[in-house]
């Protein structure tokens, strides 16, 4: 009996690549393992000894599998079954209500079971799922011959899906000179926040709604809200560089405080405007550690021609390790009409530590 029991093992051992899903190149290579995902550009099929194994879907010629693969077709159908290639090069899925032939180039993606259960929970996560972002903080002080504090606090957060995005964002600046005989002794206290959502309506062509908020105390502006929306268009999408042209209306409403200046007193006044909105955003990732941001919007007054509002935001965040990385935020807000005797050019640069997080 022990010839036999040994014999069992044998053939057992032998047969185990039988079950394995099994892909064979045009070239004659072949492949055992499990396919875990197919686009139609490329195939990845997990190895005992090579690991992940990425090949080109093009170069596959036979293509068997033992466990369940979910296929998507051109015309928006799945199929879901153990598949293999037959002569005339379709595949044939057996399904629950029978055999299905399926032309291999009308196939857009393969999964397994793990890979759609995965894509599936992406297209419906929670609201509390797929966050990223950072906050950034620095702190500036000064004492003896100068007397002066800084500090500087900057958040940004983004939650993306496959059909939409929420970003958020937040900067605060804050400085004084306490220097005895000072003229000023605030020298900055402004803060700038505000979100915005994109929807996807096809590959390229999104719609988009933002509402900002602005306060700057120099400036004596008490509140700037500006709401607003339109479409975007996306140019780049590829993996390193991304980049977004926007075009749209918002709404702008300003309140000022009163203001004395050179012995003028202008009184506290608001106003509001419809104005276009005009922008650009790139991000690119400069190397492996640090990525690079840029944000151009300009608002032309709708109701009163020649008077417009520029930003113009650039930030790079270099990572130190898994958390911790380096951040530089450079800000430029230019208004045509600002109150008497204030300047129309706001400049606002920090940099600090970068706390990220992802959930």
Known sequence: MKWLTLLVGILAFLSLPVFADQIVLKNGDRLSGTILKSDDKSLVMKTEFAG?????????EQLTSTQSLHLG???????????????????????????????KDTIVTIRNDAEEASYEKSLHPSFMTGWAGGANVGFALTRGNSKTKNIALAFTAARKTSNDQLSLYANSIYATNDAPGANLSTTANAVQGGLRYDRNFVSRLFGFGKID???????????????????????????????????????????????????????????????????EILTHKWH????????????????????????????????????????N?????????????KKQNDILYTTGLNLSFSH
Do not use: C
Request: charged content about 15%; hydrophobic content about 40%; aromatic content about 10%.
């Open 52 to 60: 992940e194994v990425t090949v080109q879907w093009a170069a596959v």
């Open 73 to 103: 077709l051109k015309d928006g159908k799945t199929v879901a079954g153990p598949v293999s290639t037959s002569a005339d090069n379709e595949v044939v899925a057996a399904s629950a209500s029978g055999p299905v032939n399926v032309p």
């Open 213 to 279: 908020f602005e306060t700057d105390a120099l400036q004596d502006l008490d509140l700037r809200s500006s709401l607003g929306g339109g479409l975007g268009l996306h140019v780049i999408q590829s993996a390193p560089t991304t980049l977004d042209l926007l075009m749209g209306i918002n709404y702008t409403h300003e309140s000022y405080s009163a203001t004395q200046n050179a012995g003028t007193l202008t009184p506290a006044f608001t106003r509001s405007f419809p104005a276009a909105t005009v922008g």
């Open 288 to 327: 492996a550690s640090t990525t690079l941001t840029q944000r151009l919007y300009f608002y032309p007054d709708l109701s009163d021609r020649g008077e417009y509002r520029g930003t113009f935001d650039f930030g790079t965040v270099t990572r130190l390790s898994k958390w911790l990385g380096w951040q």
């Open 329 to 341: 935020a450079f800000g430029d807000i230019y208004v045509t009409n600002p109150p008497a005797g």
